[in-house]
């Protein structure tokens, strides 16, 4: 007779797993046999929790979006001026708040998902949404916007450019963004 092994984080670990072999594999290349492998669980598991993979998939992507979103309001709660938010968004870019090279795989991975599944494009918009409402509480709803897809992209070229972003530059490139909508919000 076999025994049952009492296992009540194997979903949670299935799902970390997922985002493992995505950020090391890509979607393209991820199945169930090497997420079961990388969470040491049997094959079957997967199914016994989740649907299929599309399903695994995206709760491992709205796990991962509440992760950076949680860390990225985290990442806001000191900020006071207009210059904090420049000193923010530049650590945000240059990876001191917390997100490496993992995560971001892990985030392009999902933006190339959703451009061909619409049902991801949910966990993009809610998380795009949250880092925007922090934005808000410094810039009028227009520069948050800019902002938030600066933050993005810098930090695409950061990842991706063979020649690394200068740090002072890209504080620069910030500054005036930010400087003009907290300027454009006064004379509002």
Known sequence: ??????????????????????????VANTTHR???AAA????????????GLDDLLAQAFARHAERMAVTYEAHF?????????????????HADAGAD????????????AALREPSLRTVTESWM?????????FVDPTTARGVDALIEGLVMHKVLATTPVDRAQTTEIIARVVRAGTA????A
């Open 1 to 26: 007779m076999t025994t049952r092994r009492h296992d009540p984080q194997r979903a949670d670990r299935i799902v970390d797993a997922a985002l493992d072999v995505i950020a090391e594999h890509g």
């Open 34 to 36: 090497l997420i079961a």
């Open 40 to 51: 040491d669980v049997p094959l079957g598991s997967l199914t016994y929790h989740f649907t």
């Open 77 to 93: 709660d000191q900020v006071r001026s207009a210059d904090d938010v420049i000193t923010a968004v530049t650590d945000l870019v």
């Open 101 to 112: 090279d993992r995560d971001w795989a892990v985030v392009y991975e999902l933006y190339l």
């Open 129 to 137: 949404r949250r880092s925007r409402s922090v934005l808000e509480r």
């Open 184 to 187: 454009s919000e006064e004379h």
